[in-house]
């Protein structure tokens, strides 16, 4: 069988891996360099983590990622993942941590509620007063999300069954003939075609546009004073929801960046176009920042980013099959990179057995159902 894929972030690339190790050809096509600068799976880091709200089949798969991770850092021959642990924040009558809490007891994977007393003990640098419930769970941790991506294409680019064309855009996509056309005018065609190009997506399946949206989603990176940032090197990451703001925090593992990010979709953008950033952008983070963390006031700017979401608006994944050989693949909505793994192999299974493409789709929409084996 052969494999075309149109798309070079972590799930491409992971697809591509997936069919490859099971003996299959492979062809990958990127609009870029390998790893692309402004691909949605390039930043330093990525969290992956249990508590997920009320989306029990995610919470689920999350065992299955981590499994899914064990086998690419064989491959790779090392891991980049850091355990942080996760703690769930919840405040102004928000009960996102709540549900994420229960949603985990029913499937055995109970979280611990902190008292905010003892919340400040165990997370001195934290300033709980505005903090309502808080959880803790002691598995999650960070992925290194650009050295995973630019590891993955290394050792791809060594395969003799996988065939890179980094800096190739696609102009055309036929699912139904499984064909593709570059903008150069070269075609070429496979057995399966995926689409996995992210917040470009929507250029190539224009029907999309509407499900799939393109968010422009700031991040900023700080520079703390030294005693400060050996507290945070020690974690936890951080998921804050509360209402009208909600942030996340990344600790600095591994000698990386420290990072704040807006847990809000803007909804707007296009990520073809100038990515400066100024942080009027994200006022309201800053001013949640420093309800939250005690020590704020000397934290300084090291630089702000921007990356783009592909948002689905009830935060879903979609990885459906179009046409009689192609599919589509949008892990998104800004929570897709901890399944990168786990989402490559699942498709590849799919494509090369021959499973249910609609069961599929409800497993990777996080519905209740396992895939056959």
Same mark, same amino acid.
């Given at each position: ?57 995610? *919470? ?27 703690? *769930? ?9 709540? !549900?994420?809490?229960? %949603? ?6 109970? $979280?611990? =509620?902190?008292?905010? %007393? =003892?919340? &400040? ?8 007063? !505005?903090?309502?419930? /808080? ?9 290194? #999300? ?11 680019? #060594? ?24 903008? &150069? ?29 393109? &968010? ?20 936890? $990451?951080?998921?804050?929801? %509360? ?9 600095? $593992? ?11 979709? &803007? ?9 400066? /950033? ?19 006031? !000397? ?43 786990? $989402?490559?192999?699942?498709? *590849? ?15 990777? /929409?996080?519905? =209740? ?5």
């Amino acid at each position: 069988m052969k494999g075309i894929i149109v798309g070079g972030g972590v799930v491409g690339l992971c697809t591509a891996w997936a069919m490859s190790r099971s003996g299959h050809d492979v062809e990958l096509f990127e609009q870029g360099a390998l790893p692309h600068p402004l691909a949605s799976s390039i930043d330093e880091h990525r969290l992956i983590r249990h508590p997920y709200g009320d989306h029990r089949g995610y *919470a689920r798969m999350i065992d299955d990622a981590f499994a899914a991770w064990d086998v690419l850092w064989r491959d790779l021959d090392r891991s980049f993942y850091a355990p942080t642990g996760t703690l *769930a924040l919840t405040g102004n009558g928000a009960d996102w941590a709540a !549900r994420s809490a229960a %949603t985990l007891a029913s499937i055995g994977r109970p $979280m611990t =509620e902190l008292a905010p %007393t =003892e919340l &400040s003990q165990r997370f001195p640098l934290l300033d709980a007063r !505005r903090v309502e419930r /808080a959880f803790w769970i002691d598995t999650g941790g960070v992925l290194f #999300a650009q050295d995973i991506v630019a590891a993955l294409a290394g050792h791809l680019a #060594a395969q003799p069954k996988v065939r890179l064309h980094p800096n190739t855009a696609v102009r055309s996509v036929d699912l139904e003939r499984g064909t593709i056309t570059t903008e &150069s005018g070269a075609s070429y065609s496979g057995d399966a075609v995926v689409v996995a190009a992210g917040a470009w997506v929507g250029r190539l399946l224009p029907e999309l546009q509407r499900r799939l949206l393109p &968010s422009r989603q700031i991040v900023i990176y700080f520079h703390l004073p030294d005693e400060q940032l050996a507290v945070w090197s020690k974690g936890p $990451m951080i998921i804050e929801k %509360t209402g009208d703001v909600g942030l996340y925090l990344v600790p600095p $593992m591994q000698g990386r960046g420290f990072k704040v990010g807006d847990h809000e979709f &803007s909804r707007r953008g296009d990520p073809s176009t100038a990515r400066e /950033a100024v942080e009027d952008e994200i006022r309201p983070l800053l001013e949640r920042c420093r309800s939250l963390f005690r020590g704020f006031e !000397r934290w300084r700017t090291d630089r702000l980013k921007v990356c783009f979401y592909t948002v689905t608006d009830d935060e879903r994944f979609v990885v459906e099959k179009l046409g009689a050989n192609g599919w589509v693949m949008s892990p998104c909505s800004g929570h897709g990179f901890k399944f990168g793994a786990l $989402m490559g192999q699942e498709l *590849a299974r799919t494509i090369v057995s021959g499973r249910d493409a609609a069961a599929h789709a409800q497993w990777a /929409a996080g519905l =209740e159902g396992d895939l056959p084996t």
